[in-house]
């Protein structure tokens, strides 16, 4: 009987008939999802009776196999969005609809040098392998060992062998960060504010910078200090939601799954050295950086008692 090839996996995809040693994804009637490993002569047993894997090995993807009460599974492989959200876990991970946003909006592409921290689940690290593709490169840090080496863990198992495109480096990114030139960076981390100096100092003139953060003191503390440094373009802050739709005939309304809040996400692109960002002709909305507001302060914000006079921009 055929065996997994490692070599043929540098995407994750496999396609053709089932093998053994792949995981394989049974949808049961209900659109509940089960997973099993395949092995010779193995059994997956459901309170309708046990599948064998005999069944499903050298059957095409897309088939349908019966449990010995007679009830049909779904055998699909299970797909990245599917791995990243099922997997072994440390750290919570970036979720699909999120990472489809990071990689557009952050123009992920096919050679792409990325740096990327924290590695967590190594959930965004897959996703960044498979668009900077065998001629890019993925520069991973993680602070905690044990989150690392679930992250290769995670990584091996998808891409059935240790990725050639990926360098994973444990440590704090501030200390840890490599000499090498990055044209993207990633940072999904609690106190991404800490780690903009050390990533302007390699990321190219052009390169994109893409902070995830879950609430909304770390997106304020993110964009200010991307302001104070002045390297970088106005920061775009977005949030992006997902909802799913049940369609029958008649009836179409919103479906019950709709994900709620994830993390907001934050752009700004790198300046050329030794250029700043331009003073801003937009006045700030009045109180915004008042006696209260006591984060990084742009120089365009004017003095402290800014509520109270509402000054003009000042050039940099
Ligand atoms: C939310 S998790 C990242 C999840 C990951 N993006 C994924 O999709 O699986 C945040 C990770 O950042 C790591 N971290 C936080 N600050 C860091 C830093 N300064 N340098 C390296 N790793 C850091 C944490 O240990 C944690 O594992």
């Given at each position: 009987?055929?065996?997994?090839?490692?070599?043929?996996?540098?995407s994750g995809v496999?396609?053709?008939?089932?093998?053994?040693?792949?995981?394989?994804s049974?949808?049961?009637?209900?659109?509940?999802r089960?997973s099993?490993?395949?092995?010779?002569?193995?059994?997956?047993?459901?309170?309708?009776?046990?599948?064998?894997?005999?069944?499903?090995?050298?059957?095409?993807?897309?088939?349908?196999?019966?449990?010995?009460?007679?009830?049909?599974?779904?055998?699909f492989r299970q797909l990245l969005e599917e791995f990243t959200v099922t997997m072994?876990?440390?750290?919570?991970v970036v979720y699909p609809k999120d990472a489809a946003h990071i990689l557009?909006?952050?123009?992920?592409?096919?050679?792409?040098?990325?740096?990327?921290?924290?590695?967590?689940?190594g959930a965004l690290?897959m996703f960044l392998?498979r668009a900077?593709?065998?001629?890019?490169?993925?520069?991973?840090?993680?602070?905690?060992?044990?989150?690392?080496?679930?992250?290769?863990?995670n990584?091996?198992?998808f891409?059935?062998?240790?990725?050639?495109?990926?360098?994973?480096?444990?440590?704090?990114?501030?200390?840890?960060?490599?000499?090498?030139?990055?044209?993207?960076?990633?940072?999904?981390?609690?106190?991404?504010?800490?780690?903009?100096?050390?990533?302007?100092?390699?990321?190219?003139?052009?390169?994109?910078?893409?902070?995830?953060?879950?609430?909304?003191?770390?997106?304020?503390?993110?964009?200010?200090?991307?302001?104070?440094?002045?390297?970088?373009?106005?920061?775009?802050?977005?949030?992006?939601?997902a909802?799913d739709?049940?369609?029958?005939?008649?009836?179409?309304?919103?479906?019950?799954?709709?994900s709620?809040?994830t993390?907001?996400?934050?752009?700004?692109?790198?300046?050329?050295?030794?250029?700043?960002?331009?003073?801003?002709?937009?006045?700030?909305?009045?109180?915004?950086?008042?006696?209260?507001?006591?984060?990084?302060?742009?120089?365009?914000?004017?003095?402290?008692?800014?509520?109270?006079?509402?000054?003009?921009?000042?050039?940099?």
């Open positions: 009987m055929a065996e997994v090839d490692p070599s043929e996996t540098l496999r396609t053709g008939p089932f093998v053994v040693g792949e995981r394989v049974l949808t049961d009637p209900k659109g509940r089960h099993l490993l395949l092995s010779p002569g193995g059994a997956f047993h459901t309170t309708k009776g046990r599948i064998s894997h005999d069944d499903l090995i050298g059957a095409a993807e897309g088939s349908v196999v019966y449990s010995a009460g007679g009830v049909a599974y779904l055998a072994p876990r440390g750290a919570a557009v909006q952050t123009d992920i592409f096919p050679g792409a040098r990325v740096l990327e921290a924290g590695a967590g689940s690290t392998l900077v593709g065998p001629t890019g490169r993925v520069y991973s840090y993680e602070r905690r060992a044990d989150f690392a080496a679930i992250a290769a863990r990584v091996e198992t891409f059935g062998a240790p990725h050639p495109s990926w360098t994973l480096r444990v440590g704090d990114l501030v200390d840890a960060i490599g000499p090498e030139p990055i044209d993207r960076a990633v940072l999904d981390m609690l106190a991404p504010w800490e780690c903009v100096d050390a990533v302007a100092g390699v990321l190219q003139p052009g390169g994109l910078l893409c902070c995830y953060v879950a609430t909304t003191t770390q997106l304020g503390r993110t964009v200010e200090t991307l302001r104070v440094h002045g390297g970088f373009t106005e920061p775009d802050a977005r949030e992006y939601s909802r739709w049940h369609a029958q005939g008649l009836a179409i309304r919103p479906g019950h799954s709709t709620g809040h993390g907001f996400l934050i752009f700004a692109r790198r300046l050329a050295p030794g250029v700043t960002t331009p003073a801003r002709r937009r006045r700030p909305a009045p109180g915004a950086y008042g006696s209260d507001y006591t984060g990084p302060r742009p120089t365009w914000a004017g003095p402290v008692d800014a509520d109270v006079v509402d000054p003009e921009p000042v050039s940099p």
